[in-house]
């Protein structure tokens, strides 16, 4: 990778003297930028505001050469060829599971099953440890943030049991409503599965003292981290929940990757999600005994290109600091809630009102104009927004709002970015206060697929 005077500034860590603590500058982003490859490129002519992160993160070149190496240099399946690339590639892969356990500080890597996305990992447990522990008029709470990843594995399964499902509503200011909370616990649901951070929100749950209730009431509890893992410091220990997901490609890997964390126990008592080769220990005719865990839980050729994107991808964010990250971002998002109610006229944004309690996003509507337009226009302007329900169809119907737009931010975005969006926002209401004949934009029907 080419590390350019400006970059290496802005990772620069000044070197501590005896005595006094070490104090970090704040993350660069302009200087950053330059370990993007897809900023070399322009976008209608101007640089790309790229304000979709939630949706998928852009990539540094130190991922695209992780997995440029493994594919050019020692392209060989794992655990399975007793020779030089084979061995070199069962080691990247294995190397990056310990990287994922020392990222979210879980106690043993071997607590760490390797997926494709945290939608895998959700379906992983409600299929093993939900079908095997779920049962008639058993309780599942989850939340009205949650993205559908976190609802309709678990829909499926009371369908399936005949179980039943509670939520926890919002506010108005999208934070969950703890005392709704706290009476649906009495109900003594065998699991509770909500979003660490919000992705129609960017909410942050108070997660410890979510869980802490939980396991008072005898429930296991499942966080949704893929919006939390690229922001915020995790540790899983002091989070102390029984299973934890998140996606790579959310935190400047690659798509295809991602991790399940969960107690040891459990997975050692869970069964099998997927059956093939790689989690088998010995086969026969008529019966199977399954490999040690993790791997009894990933069957098949996994996407060894992208686990070893992922875990450069956790190297370079534990280069920048996640305390840097979470500050810098939570800079930006106090930045937006100021300048966009008094730069944009009528502007509608959701959520907390405090940058404090938001993760990087700012989810908004511009009145009478259509969020897939208003994405459409901007798009002139080389801006990238998300425009459409997040795959959070019921927080959006608590919102009373078919679809919304949404700006969300990572180490590349700066106050730039959020004052071009401003200025894109204006210029859009300029063309709708024309008359409906000149100005009218073609409007996409929300797709029911519409998936994050």
Known sequence: MTLTAENAAARATPESTAGTATVRPPLDPQALRADFPIFERLIHGK???????????????????????YNRR????????????????????????VKIARFIN???????????????????????????????????????????????????????????????????????NLQTYEVLLRTRPKLVAFTHVSNGLGTINPVREMVEMAHAAGALVLVDGAQAVPHLP?????????????????VLGPTGSGALWARRELLDAM??????????REVHLRRTTFNDVPWKFEAGTPDIAAAIGLGAALD?????????????????????????????????????????????????????????????????DAIAVRAGHHCTQPLHERLGEAATARASF?????????????KGLRSVQRVFDRPTSESHAATTQASANDLD
């Open 47 to 69: 640089r790309l505001a790229y304000l979709d992160s939630a949706s998928t993160s852009l990539k540094p070149r130190r991922v695209l050469d992780a997995m440029d190496g």
């Open 234 to 250: 995790v540790d899983v220990q002091a989070i102390d929940a029984d299973f934890y997901v998140f996606s790579g490609h959310k």
């Open 106 to 176: 879980a106690p043993d890597p071997h607590e760490i099953v390797q997926v494709r996305n945290a939608t895998e990992a959700i379906n992983l447990v409600a299929y093993s440890w939900g079908r095997r522990n779920i049962g008639r008029a058993d309780t599942i709470v989850l939340t009205e943030l949650e993205h559908h990843a976190n609802l309709v594995p678990w829909q499926l399964l009371v369908q399936e049991k005949d179980a039943d499902l509670e939520f926890v509503p919002i506010h108005d200011d999208g934070r969950l």
């Open 271 to 280: 069964p099998p999600f997927l059956a093939g080769g790689e989690m088998i």
């Open 316 to 380: 370079y964010l534990a280069d920048l600091g996640m305390d840097r990250l979470r500050e810098h971002e939570r800079e930006l998002v106090g930045y937006a809630l100021e300048v966009l109610p008094r730069e944009v006229p009528g502007i509608t944004i959701y959520g907390p009102a405090s940058a404090d309690d938001r993760g990087g996003v700012v989810t908004f509507n511009l009145p009478g104009v259509h969020p897939h337009d208003v994405a459409t226009l901007l798009d002139r």
């Open 74 to 97: 020692y392209t060989t399946n794992v655990h399975r060829g007793i020779y030089t690339t084979g061995e070199e590639a069962t080691a990247a892969y294995e190397e990056s599971r």
């Open 410 to 422: 990572n180490v590349y975005s700066d106050r730039d970015d959020i004052d071009r969006l401003a």
